[in-house]
């Protein structure tokens, strides 16, 4: 990563020399839901990349275009519209500030909390359209969310089916967050090296189970690939993406790791709006990993998932949040693997 001179506007914006947005990987792995492999399929994608797309969902596109075209209305409202659903503290409307420690991105947002399969009255939205339609669209979330998570514990051999995705979508009630982003191009590029970027959202891991991606087909996702290097997720408006999260991570004790990923923002002529469903598990589930899948030494320490919220909200974008949970082996050959 190269930081450029930039314009003042973008003083507290990380810039990027990047691989363009549109030279698109076409490793990503493809997977669809409604054949005879499809849980086999995903556990190979989840542990090559921890990131894939999903076809064949299942979910009506009425349900996405209506939500889509809801979002596009919400972030050409006003300022002053917008601004009287924030600062987003966490939750509502936020601009440019992502989190409470100081990251800062190209982008506008709406961050609501969920419950079961509707917003939560601590996160009314802006406009009963708009909040109809994210509730249809969470709900149809939730149901993939669930499949994706059976498949997963069908591929890993771990039962029963239902033992990952009752965390978030069973009777008791889960941690989950939604997410819309705008990013609008960026003009104050202009006169820059065409190959610089400005950060739209900061590198991370998300730290739920699992979170699920649906953009407008415009590029800027980008995801680290196991060997650190970055690439370009090729856009597809019909396709959901699902990345693994941490908590997924510690479950699976390593055998299936969260990805890292981040979104560019350049000078072109069309925003990307992005949705992003987050599967977290209630705040007091245990997070350890499954005895099932613990052939060897435990790599994390157990711990709630309100523990590891707590502490989420406390870092930075880029930390690696889990090393706090390491077992002291892990965390000791990590340390030398960095010493030498
Ligand atoms: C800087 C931050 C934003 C974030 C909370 C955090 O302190 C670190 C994790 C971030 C993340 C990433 C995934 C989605 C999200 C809602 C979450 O649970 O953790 C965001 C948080 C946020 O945007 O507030
Ligand atoms: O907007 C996107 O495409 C991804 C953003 C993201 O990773 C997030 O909101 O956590």
Redesign the pocket.
């Known amino acids: 990563m190269v930081v450029l001179a930039k314009p003042a506007a973008l003083e507290q914006i990380t810039l990027l020399r990047t691989p363009e947005p549109w030279e698109s990987f076409s490793g990503i792995p493809a997977v669809d839901l409604s054949g005879p492999d499809a849980a086999a399929d995903v556990v190979r994608a989840c542990e090559r990349f921890g990131f894939f797309s999903v076809v064949n969902h299942g979910v009506p596109a009425g349900v996405v275009d209506r939500l889509e075209a809801e979002a596009v209305r919400f972030f050409a409202s006003s300022q002053a519209e917008k601004d009287a659903s924030g600062p987003a503290d966490?939750f509502g409307y936020g601009s440019k500030r992502?989190?409470?420690?100081g990251?800062m991105g190209w982008v506008e947002y709406l961050?609501l909390a969920i419950e079961r399969d509707a917003l939560s009255k601590a996160s009314p939205a802006p406009t009963s359209a708009l909040r109809d339609a994210i509730n249809a669209y969470v709900g149809a979330m939730r149901g993939l969310a669930r499949t994706v998570l059976e498949m997963v514990a069908e591929g890993l051999g771990v039962s029963p089916r239902g033992a990952l995705a009752d965390m978030v979508t069973g009777d008791v009630a889960s941690d989950q967050?939604f997410?819309l982003n705008h990013y609008p191009p960026c003009p104050l590029l202009q006169g820059l090296p065409p190959n610089c970027s400005v950060t739209g959202f900061g590198e991370?891991t998300?730290?739920?189970l699992v979170s699920i991606l649906h953009s407008n087909g415009t590029p800027g996702l980008q995801v680290a690939l196991h060997d650190g290097r970055w690439v370009s997720v090729p856009p597809n408006r019909d396709a959901f993406f699902v990345n693994v999260g941490d908590s997924l991570q510690v479950l699976t004790n390593g055998r299936l790791r969260s990805v890292r990923h981040r979104v560019v923002a350049g000078n072109g002529l069309k925003s990307r709006v992005s949705m992003i469903y987050?599967g977290g598990p209630p705040l007091a589930q245990r997070i350890a990993p499954l005895p099932q899948l613990l052939a060897g030494t435990p790599l994390y320490r157990e711990f709630t998932w309100g523990e590891y919220k707590k502490a989420?909200?406390?870092?930075?974008?880029g930390d690696n949040r889990l090393a706090p949970f390491e077992t002291p082996l892990v965390a000791m050959a990590h340390a030398d693997h960095h010493r030498s």
Do not use: E, K, M, T
């Not at 992502?98 to 420690?101: E, S, Y």
């Open positions: 966490p992502i989190g409470r420690n990251d961050l967050v997410r991370h998300d730290p739920q987050f989420a909200y406390r870092s930075r974008l």
